[in-house]
Each structure stands twice: as structure tokens, then as C-alpha cells.
């Protein structure tokens, strides 16, 4: 069956906040120049907001330059910061340490930013902003130049064979003078574009963390709205980059979470255990009894900074957003960036559009347009926090303080990532860790939490966890590094069974929430994680 085709000036691929600031300036713009200018916007998940998950406070920076009347539009922020607490923790005891200055919070917003993401899913609707949901951008479209020409979504009702089911459905093709990808960390057609292209030449490696999230009711006296607690120290060990968000919300929620650099060297080491037993530290497990668990869920993070920041533009397309690795690590805030670079990625698809046949042309002002925003100030004065952590926890602690002190992010030399798939030891170098088991109240298993997450896959469709070479997990992986997948990821997708007497993998798809771990982690690089159905994943509520 032939695709069938629809044409617009701007595709963008991703309903995250930079996709949707992107599409909302786009309609801005055209608006002011009473000009029109057709933009779609299309996202994997079942509905604007499904899959984005974050801790989260909002600094409104780039909102109140998108909206600068966010408050009379209703915008979901409700509970502005109104107490920072920073802990190094022991594994019995807590000490209180200052604030580093990043993770000042005055005038934030504690938020879901799902909710947010609604929110301006609303406003870009009201826009003009063509918006499908369930449509998962599964190949990229070029031009016979080479250049792109659009996206085409994937194909609905194959078989696990890959064959044509009965309720087949061809993919619909969507074709652009320009295509916005704004998939968000380690987005599955933004690596073929870093290859195609060449856009990670010169640049360091993105390196990446795994964030681990649930949402709790708790009782009313442990609530106090506007508080950010964050920790550093226990249960990491004093080498592995961790940490935790604590954050008060309105009625009594509370967003908990912690954050494992990917970077990490035990095979053993398994991030949702670590963040089940953080909950379990004398200073942090008060708040937490007589509570309610409402929600789960887990997302990899792009925490390379500034000098991981690719090659942004292409022939007929850009970057926006965290698959551009736009996060500012030690503020431990990514959305404001995000949204400025899609509002001004905008602003330069803007000028292209205007100037001449747009059509498979370079946005080359986007990058030169970055550069003189506050984003790339901001980006620059912190990018040698997060690469000194290679240190161990004190002495980043101790250089973070000379660096944001003494040269105030201006240091004359810049600091390197290196891949996090390279770091990973044999297991036979490392000791194992003895994880306490659940308890059903505070702290739960990987399943238990599964269904919070609402995550649901058509179970006929093809796996959508590929590996490259199937004899690598238990030649390799399992072999060397004792099994590490069934480790590091957060849902219970990959585990070793006995079949016949050996140990083979077996892939739990349907458990999949879409976090990319395994496509970042895995030390041979042999997992390729790529999109499912449209509409399947996680179904986030408040998150």
C-alpha cells in the first residue's frame, strides 16, 4: 500500500516543551506579519503531555517571553518555590550544606510539567498549530539532494513477523520545508541524523543520566508547599555521580526522585534500587509515612552541557531541545532552555520562510541566533561542573565551589565527557550490592511500579527493543558484566530466564517506558531503541 502524504511549511517531531514553543512561536510569528505559515506538530505519545516526565521546577524565563500573560491564560503554575534545602547524607544521618547558587529557586514554580505541556498543547491549538497525537515519526524523508523532506510515521497493525496484520494501516508521510526534531533525550531519528550528517564531529560525547520519579499524597502535616529538598552523597558511593529532587506541590503532593549518572562502574548497580532505599533514610522516610504512591516513572537525561551540544542545522531541518542536550545540569533544569532554543529556532525558520523557497534549505542563523541569548551564556559558565564529578563526589564538590566562585564559569580551560557506555567494569572487578527487598509501603518492586505508569503496548507489534547482533547479551553481556540490562533498566523489560539448561534474554516489551536507558547503557552499544506503535508507552498523570 502507498503512503498517503500531507503537506506543511513546518513539521515538527515532538510535543515536549521545545517542540511546542517551537510550533507556538512559528504561529506567533505569522500572526504578527499577517503572514501564513502551516505548522504540524506531531507526538509519539497517546496525548500532548503522556511521556514527559520531569522533576519539576520551572524557572518561567522563556514563558514569560512566549506568554508574557501566562497567569490570565491559567497557566498550571501554582506553587511558587518558597524554601531551598540542600543535604549531604550519610547512610544514617543528614548534614545540611548551602545552597549552591544554580539551585537558587526564588521565583520558580514547582509544576508537572505534563500539565504544562498541556497547558501549551492548548495555546498552540488555539494558534493554528495542527497537533496529532498518537503518531509516532518513525523514518526520516529525504530529497533526492539529500536533504530532508519530512517524516513518516509508522506503520499501525504489523504482526511481531513484521508482516501486514489484518488491521494493517500504512504510515502517513510528512513532508516540510523544514522539519523541527524535538524528540527529546537520545530521540531514535536524531541519531540518524547525527550519522548522516556528521553533527557530533568536534563535540564531546553526550553523556546522560537516569532519573527515577514518583508522585505521592502525603499527609497533610508532613506537607509544606514551595519546599525543594535536594540531596548528594548516600546511597551513592562517593565515585558514582547521584543525587536526589524532593519537591512540595499542592494538595499535599510531593514529587520525589532520584538522578544516577549513567556514567556509572558496577554492573551490579541497579538505579530503581537506589532510589527505593534513598527513600528509606532516616531524614527522608518521615515525610513519606502514612503517604500514598500515585504515580511512577523513569527518563534519561542529556547532561553533557555546553560542550556536548551538537552541530544544531541540516539541510531542511534543526534541532531544538534536549535531544540537542540543552540542559543545564547543575541547576537541574532543562525546560526554559529547551524553550528559548525552540523560540528561537523559530524565529530563524521565521526569516527563512520569508526570505525565499525554504524548501530543504540550512536555518544557518538558528545557531548564530543561540549564541547571543541567555541560554548559551548560561550553558557556558556551568559546562566544568558536571565533567569534574569524573573526580569523585568531593573534590567536584570542591572544584564546582572554586569554579562558580573564584572564576565565576569563565575558567580558561573547558573539561571533558567521555562516552558512559565505555565505563562499565567486568562484574569480576566489582562487588555486588544487596538491595533490601520491598515492602509494599515505602519502598516497591520494578512491576508494582509499572502499572502506575499506566504503560501499554499493542502486544502484536513488532519489539521495538532491536539488537544489532542477538548473540551479544549472554556471549557478552552476561558473560562479563553479569547481565547488566536487567539491572539498569527501570521497568523489568530485560531479564535472563533458564531455557534448556542456559540462560538466554527474553525482552518484556510491553513493559517498555520508553526511557532509553538501554540504547545509552548498554556496553557494546548492541540495543537500538526504536519507536513503537503511535499512542503506545507510558501514560504519565501529573508527572
Not at 537520545?186 to 537516569?210: C, H, W
Not at 548516600?234 to 547521584?242: A, I
Amino acid at each position: 500500500m502507498e503512503r498517503e502524504s500531507m503537506e506543511f511549511d513546518v513539521v515538527v517531531v515532538g510535543g515536549g516543551p521545545s517542540g511546542l514553543a517551537t510550533a507556538i512561536r512559528l504561529r506567533q510569528l505569522a500572526a504578527e506579519h499577517d503572514v501564513e505559515v502551516s505548522v504540524c506538530l506531531i507526538e509519539k505519545g497517546s496525548e500532548i503531555g503522556a511521556h514527559i516526565l520531569s522533576g519539576a521546577v520551572i524557572q518561567p524565563t522563556a514563558l514569560n517571553e512566549l506568554f508574557p500573560d501566562w497567569k490570565e491564560r491559567g497557566a498550571p503554575l501554582k506553587t511558587a518555590v518558597t524554601e531551598d534545602r540542600f543535604l549531604f547524607l550519610t547512610e544514617q544521618k543528614s548534614f545540611r550544606l548551602p545552597t549552591p547558587p544554580q539551585m537558587h529557586n526564588h521565583g520558580n514554580y514547582i509544576v508537572s510539567l505534563g500539565n504544562v505541556c498541556r497547558w501549551l498543547g492548548q495555546q498552540a491549538e488555539a494558534l493554528g498549530v495542527d497537533i496529532y497525537p498518537g503518531f509516532a515519526a518513525a523514518e526520516v524523508l529525504y530529497h533526492g539532494d539529500g536533504s530532508v523532506k519530512g517524516v513518516a510515521t509508522g506503520d499501525m497493525g504489523r504482526t511481531k513477523e513484521g508482516e501486514e496484520g489484518p488491521n494493517f494501516a500504512p504510515g502517513m508521510e510528512l513532508h516540510a520545508k523544514q522539519t523541527i526534531f524535538a524528540e527529546g533525550c537520545r530521540g531514535s531519528l536524531t541519531k540518524t541524523l547525527f550519522e548522516r550528517f556528521d553533527l557530533r564531529e568536534g563535540v564531546d560525547p553526550q553523556v546522560y543520566g537516569i532519573g527515577i520519579k514518583e508522585l505521592w499524597e502525603i499527609k497533610p502535616e508532613h506537607h509544606q508547599p514551595g519546599l525543594t529538598l535536594h540531596t548528594a552523597g548516600w546511597p551513592m558511593d562517593m565515585k558514582t555521580y547521584g543525587g536526589s529532587f524532593l519537591y512540595h506541590f499542592e494538595e499535599n503532593l510531593v514529587s520525589v526522585g532520584f538522578v544516577v549518572g549513567l556514567n556509572y562502574e558496577n554492573p551490579y548497580l541497579s538505579p530503581f534500587e537506589e532510589m527505593q532505599r534513598y527513600k528509606m533514610h532516616p531524614a527522608i522516610r518521615g515525610m513519606f509515612e502514612g503517604g500514598r504512591r500515585l504515580a511512577y516513572g523513569a527518563r534519561a537525561i542529556s547532561a553533557g552541557g555546553y560542550q556536548s551540544i551538537p552541530k544544531l542545522t541540516f539541510p531542511g531541518g534543526l534541532l531544538v531541545g534536549d535531544c540537542a542536550g540543552f540542559l543545564n545540569v547543575p541547576k537541574i533544569k532543562g525546560s526554559h532552555t529547551a524553550m528559548k532554543s525552540g523560540m528561537t529556532a523559530a524565529e530563524a525558520i521565521f526569516q527563512l520562510l520569508q526570505a525565499e523557497d525554504a524548501t530543504g534549505k540550512e536555518a544557518v542563523d538558528y545557531p548564530h541566533r543561540l549564541k547571543t541569548t541567555w541560554l548559551w551564556d548560561e550553558l557556558y559558565r556551568v559546562r566544568n561542573i558536571k565533567p569534574s564529578f569524573h573526580w569523585g563526589l568531593l573534590p567536584a564538590m570542591a572544584y564546582s565551589a572554586v569554579d562558580t566562585y573564584l572564576f565565576r564559569g569563565k575558567a580558561p580551560w573547558t573539561l571533558h565527557h567521555t562516552p558512559d557506555h565505555e565505563a562499565l567494569k567486568p562484574a569480576a572487578q566489582c562487588a555486588p550490592i544487596e538491595y533490601p527487598k520491598p515492602d509494599g509501603v515505602l519502598t516497591f518492586d520494578r512491576l508494582s511500579s509499572v502499572f502506575l505508569s499506566n504503560t501499554n503496548h499493542e502486544e502484536e507489534q513488532p519489539c521495538h527493543l532491536t539488537l544489532k547482533d542477538s548473540t551479544v547479551p549472554e556471549r557478552l553481556n552476561l558473560a562479563i558484566y553479569a547481565g547488566p540490562e536487567q539491572r539498569y533498566c527501570p521497568a523489568g523489560v530485560y531479564e535472563f530466564v533458564d531455557q534448556g539448561g542456559q540462560q538466554k534474554l527474553r525482552i518484556n516489551a510491553q513493559n517498555c517506558v520508553h526511557c532509553k536507558t538501554c540504547d545509552i547503557k548498554d556496553p557494546s552499544q548492541n540495543i537500538n531503541w526504536v519507536t513503537p506503535e503511535g499512542g503506545g508507552g507510558p501514560n504519565y498523570p501529573n508527572m
